[in-house]
Structure formats: C-alpha cells, structure tokens
C-alpha cells in the first residue's frame, strides 16, 4: 500500500507535519513506513477501518503507552480467540468520550485508576474517546458507579466524560460485532440523551426506533398517541409515568402535581386511545411511540 493509492481512494487523505503536537480529531490517523497519515473519517466507512487497521498501525498522539495487557487486548480483538470462556471469563466494555478541551490523557487514566481494583485496561480510539474493559483482573471498587467517575471527572479536572456501559460477554465468539455496536449505540444515545451515563438497557429502545422507516416511526406516534401527538403535557406526563415504573405517587411528585391531577390525565389518554398503560406491555408500546414521535419531532 502507497501514498499515491490512498489518495485516489480517499481524496481527503493528509500527512501530518514533523513536531506537530495536536491532530485534527475529525481523521483517522495511520502510521505508514516513517510517515503519519490522517483520512477524514466521513470517507471512511466500517469496513474500510478494518482494511485500513489490517495493513497500517493506527496512530495516537499524546496518549499513555499501552500496557502488556492493554496489548493482549488488542490482539485479541483481532484474533478472537478466546471463544468459550464461560461466565468465569466474562468481561464487558464501556465506551466512553470525552468533550473536545484541554486534557491530558496520562492524568485522565491516573484519575480512573483510583476507581478500580487491578490494573485499569483502556483502548483508546483517538485522543477524546476509548473503552475501558472490565474483566475479573479489572473491575471497580465496590460501591462505586460510572456516574461518580463522571462527577469527579468533571470536579477534579473539569473534563466533561460521558459514558455507555455495554452488556458482559463470556467468549470473544461476537467481539468485533459488539464493539461496532456499541460504538454506533453510544454515538447515537449521547446525541439524545442529556445524561453522562447510559447503559445499553436504556439504549435499545431508542436504536429500535431508529431502526424504522420515516413512515413507520409516524404511523406507530399516530396510530398510538391519537390526538395526543401535539400535547406535550400528556405526553411529558406519560413519558414520566412510564419513567417511575408506573407508580402514581412518585410521578406526581416528580411533576409537581397532585396525585387527582395526574389520574385526571392517565384516565384521558385511556380514554381517547383505549390503551391502558397501567399494564406493561402497552406501556413499553407506548414508550416506543413516544419515542418515535419525539424523534420525527427533531427530525
């Protein structure tokens, strides 16, 4: 592979000057023979970062020198040979991003070390974004979450960390599909989601929607919000009940209002839609729905 092939290909490719000490992080960055090289990644597609990591060493600025276990996961990834562990070996990543700004990796993975027992495993995508893995040699402290790393990320350092906890895995059977996955789901999520912690349980009934058609997504808001598509009290109200587990006294407490107040409303919706969202199924139904109208709202 040369220069002047890559650059037919992608005609955005660029070589990073000697001494530079920050890169644009809207490329991919590669190493080839003594040279840097830095593809726009809106040219790049999935399958071409596995051609290009294939035959170029990707190549990071300013982040930590890799562990030997940091390299053992790596090449793991590649070869997924690990194919049935069994719950003795499960392990789960977590994607997390950082907001563009001032940071120094190096103090960044000190600062989360303090959290986790063993050794902590990070794989970094760029300088802003990576997965941390934990396994049953790195895992967190008891009685820790990822929303105090957030917190004391943002207090000690005043980096804004935002954070996707993926499912365990017990083989490496799925890896690369499940690092894709949750790459997509977590890029997606921290778009709409105003929090700086998300699990993939909370994830999938939003990456679902997305999954529809233009014309499904407004046939389900129609077809199950009837007239109340346009309320946004209703539906703030409904999407709040669904929040709290169905449970009357703390939705009206997170609203503010009286408990008459919002069986008012509950026994509205039942009453133009039919739906009773007392009971599960049709209340997930009905969360979908709202999602799907809150979606072709924005859009």
Request: include cysteine.
């Amino acid at each position: 592979m040369n220069l002047q092939r890559l650059k037919r290909l992608f005609p955005s490719m660029t070589t990073l000057p000697k001494n530079q000490k920050e890169i644009d992080s809207n490329y991919l960055w590669y190493q080839l023979d003594n040279t840097i090289i830095g593809i726009d990644k809106k040219e790049i597609t999935e399958r071409d970062k596995m051609l290009l990591g294939t035959f170029l060493t990707a190549y990071q600025i300013h982040l930590p020198a890799q562990t030997p276990k940091e390299k053992e996961w790596e090449k793991r990834i590649r070869v997924r040979r690990n194919k049935h562990l069994g719950k003795e070996g499960r392990y789960r990543f977590i994607f997390f991003q950082v907001v563009k700004g001032q940071f120094e990796a190096a103090i960044f993975k000190q600062t989360l070390q303090q959290f986790f027992m063993g050794d902590l495993v990070i794989l970094w995508n760029n300088g802003n974004e990576g997965f941390i893995i934990e396994d049953r040699g790195s895992f967190l402290a008891e009685g820790l979450t990822y929303h105090h790393i957030a917190d004391t990320l943002m207090s000690e350092l005043y980096v804004k960390t935002t954070f996707f906890i993926g499912p365990y895995l017990e083989n490496d059977k799925d890896l690369e599909d499940y690092i894709q996955q949750i790459t997509q789901m977590a890029e997606s999520s921290f778009q709409k989601m105003d929090t700086g912690v998300v699990e993939y349980t909370q994830a999938y009934p939003s990456f679902l929607i997305e999954i529809l058609s233009s014309k499904q997504q407004q046939h389900l808001s129609e077809w199950i919000l009837k007239e109340f598509t346009t309320d946004q009290e209703a539906i703030e109200t409904i999407h709040m009940f669904i929040q709290c587990n169905l449970n009357v006294s703390e939705t009206a407490k997170k609203l503010y209002i009286h408990r008459n107040s919002l069986q008012y409303r509950l026994d509205k919706f039942f009453e133009s839609t039919g739906i009773d969202i007392k009971q599960m199924d049709k209340a997930f139904t009905v969360y979908l729905a709202i999602l799907a109208n809150m979606h072709n709202f924005h859009d």
